[in-house]
């Protein structure tokens, strides 16, 4: 969007969020402070909110006007000039390539749905050609997202599987040196994708899980699709094979009827799967889901759960990168200093070390949660 407007001075927009009720706040406030600063300028706000809060959003006097989460990326939609193409002219050291939009799940307590629609996914034809700008913009690594990745081809002819996308961007790009692949839901990994992850060295070894939660009648209210077992299982089997592969997980604290034996289950699968890429989500209600009429936790409780499962993610976190000192490292450097192992870890660099290179080191010690 930005380089498709970059020819709009006079236009604010605010891509907004929708997935916890603090995201709305969040959106409420861009928009309030995004009028203080610019008070002459057109604000316009688009994204999840816009679709799922539009009657709150569009009242606010700060607004101009709201444009439909499936037409932001149609310039027809913004009255510009049509572009050849969208990508940023910047450099960057990696480049995220939305593959996949949508979803046709259910789980109790969400409303990407609503904001987003139906699952859809982007031809393998048109990935390549995104994968190419990026390349031709010397990106080292090409990270693979979408609201439910692993849904990527159910509404394609023959309904190909994630693998299949995978393995044409490996075929089509010999020179792509780091392909990493963003939240995966485990019970959607196809055969193929798995025999990628756990033996193509140019996938990185980071398995991020739609987890959500460790108890089996939490994630059925959830209305998953998986249980404990079959988390535990996937990454057993996972580590079997490529056993460098570093496990990531959603995990939401607090969502109804938990109990305390549930919130337990949901501490222990940490160290069960050894969890070291924590995304940690105090539950809130969202209007219209069928988990906003359920049974609520009390908002303390709530808290005090998310902070016990970042301090578990931060133990298991600890050892990880303690047994990561003394072992070489392909790191992937950044502009701030600092740069990503091929599993996610993050690692301190000798100064000036160039943006955008890759470079073998050995870490000696950690330091505030960096390998250095």
Known sequence: MRSMLAAEPDLIVI????????AVRQTRQAIRRARRDRPAARLIVTGCAAEIDRARIGAMPEVDGLLANAAKLDPRAWNVAPIAALPSQERHTRAF??????????????????GRGAARSMP???????????????????VLTGVDLTSWGCDLAGQPGLGQAVEAILRAFPTLARLRLSSLDGVEIDPLLFELLTTEARIMPHVHLSLQHGDD??????????????????????KARRPDVAIGADLIAGFPTEDEAAHHANLTIIAELDVVHGHVFPYSPRPGTPAARMPQVDGAFIRHRAAALRAQVAVQRRLWLDALVGQPQQVLAERDGTGHAQN???????????????????PTRVIEGLLA
């Open 15 to 22: 891509n907004s969020c929708a997935v916890t009720s603090e």
């Open 97 to 114: 390539v939305a593959i996949q939009n949508g979803c046709d799940h259910a789980c109790t307590f969400c409303v990407i749905p609503q």
């Open 124 to 142: 393998v034809g048109q990935i390549l050609r995104a994968i190419d700008t990026h390349l031709d913009g010397g990106v080292q690594e090409v």
């Open 217 to 238: 009648l939490m994630l059925k209210r959830m209305k998953r699709r998986h249980l404990r077992c079959d988390a535990a299982g996937l990454v057993e089997r996972l």
């Open 344 to 362: 996610f870890a993050r690692v301190q660099l000798p100064p000036q070390t160039p943006a955008g290179t890759i470079v073998t080191l050995t």
